[in-house]
């Protein structure tokens, strides 16, 4: 059995060419809790670039879920602790073809971000019914 992983994509309108923000699987189902909670940062005008990167810390922590079979949308004190405790942990993946002597690892402030953006994301899910 494989677990479904999460990615952050760039959807284009057809009508009018504007650019949104979404979280789909990776048989490109879309995650409608994680893509309201995007919607709901263009309707407070935010800017595109906040979209794009909260896009990503949303999947990669439904991604985490996934993997670890936490409930995404309680998970509690402790699980988001280890959450945390591994995004620092975590070697971070390799970019270029060529292997690095080091592998690289997200700063504890980075990481603080992703969990800051997860929060808001839980925020946003209790009052709008999410699951």
């Not at 794009?52 to 996934?66: D, F, M, P, T």
């Not at 690095?100 to 603080?112: D, F, I, L, Q, V």
Request: charge should be positive; hydrophobic fraction near 35%; include cysteine.
């Amino acid at each position: 059995m494989s677990v479904r992983t999460f990615k952050a994509e760039k959807a284009v309108s057809s009508d009018g060419g504007s650019v949104r923000w979404v979280v789909v699987s990776d048989d490109y189902d879309l995650h409608p809790e994680a893509s309201a909670y995007l919607a709901s940062l263009r309707s407070r005008d935010c800017s595109g670039n906040t979209e794009r990167v909260y896009a990503g810390h949303v999947a990669l922590y439904l991604s985490y879920c996934a993997v670890t079979g936490l409930d995404w949308a309680a998970p509690g004190f402790a699980p988001l602790s280890r959450f945390l405790r591994w995004l620092v942990e975590e070697p971070l993946p390799r970019r270029e073809r060529r292997a690095r002597s080091e592998p690289r690892y997200r700063s504890k402030a980075t990481a603080n971000q992703i969990l800051t953006t997860i929060g808001e994301l839980l925020r946003f899910g209790v009052p709008n019914g999410c699951p």
